[in-house]
């Protein structure tokens, strides 16, 4: 079966950084293109970031350009998000999807 889990989501003040971790199974991420999305408090999802297959082409929606880094482990089958510079309006559930796949979440508030 595909699950995806994901971690490090947390409560962190605006300015800081965060993680989040996405581990794959069921399928090997080194063949997919793999996507984030948010959903912020009462509002719908929002594309974060995209990677390609092969991890060489991630692109970023302009809200989080610049701060944000998408990025793939092969040998762990897992997906990153690093997120430096965040801000209040970054808080929301975060998902890691593959097509129509979608993991369960992981929480990230960035509040003082």
């Known amino acids: 079966d595909v699950q995806m889990v994901e971690s490090g989501g947390g409560l962190v003040q605006p300015g800081g950084s965060l993680t989040l971790s996405c581990v794959a199974s069921?399928?090997?991420?080194?063949?997919?293109?793999m996507t984030w999305v948010r959903q912020a408090p009462g509002k719908g999802l929002e594309w974060v970031a995209a990677i390609s297959r092969g991890g060489d082409w991630p692109t970023y929606a302009d809200s989080v350009k610049g701060r944000f880094t998408i990025g793939k482990d092969n040998a762990v089958n897992t997906l990153y998000l690093q997120m430096n510079n965040l801000k209040p309006e970054d808080t929301g559930m975060y998902y890691c999807?593959?097509?129509?796949?979608r993991g369960q979440g992981t929480r990230v508030t960035v509040s003082s």
């Open positions: 999807e593959r097509g129509s796949d």
């Open positions: 069921g399928f090997a991420i080194r063949y997919e293109a």
